[in-house]
């Protein structure tokens, strides 16, 4: 039986999106930058909010493929 979009899904649905948006970015350019300006404590952050957004979107789906 297909889940009803309620308020509630529709915005598990929605962080789940842009959460997806905000770690592509990081992985693909974010952490890249840091790199060549040489910023290693920016780019410890940025690894370190990857993997703590890593978990969360595996939460989120989970949540919303109940």
């Known amino acids: 039986m297909p889940k ?4 509630c899904f529709y915005d598990q649905i ?3 999106h842009d959460l997806s ?3 592509w970015f990081i992985d693909k350019h974010a ?3 840091a790199k060549k300006v040489g910023d290693d ?3 410890a952050l940025l690894e370190k909010l990857e993997k703590d957004l890593e978990k969360y979107l595996i939460a989120l789906k989970e949540m919303v493929s109940q």
């Open 4 to 7: 009803i979009l309620d308020d």
């Open 14 to 16: 929605k962080i789940l």
């Open 21 to 23: 948006c905000i770690h």
């Open 31 to 33: 952490k890249e930058d």
């Open 41 to 43: 404590k920016c780019h």
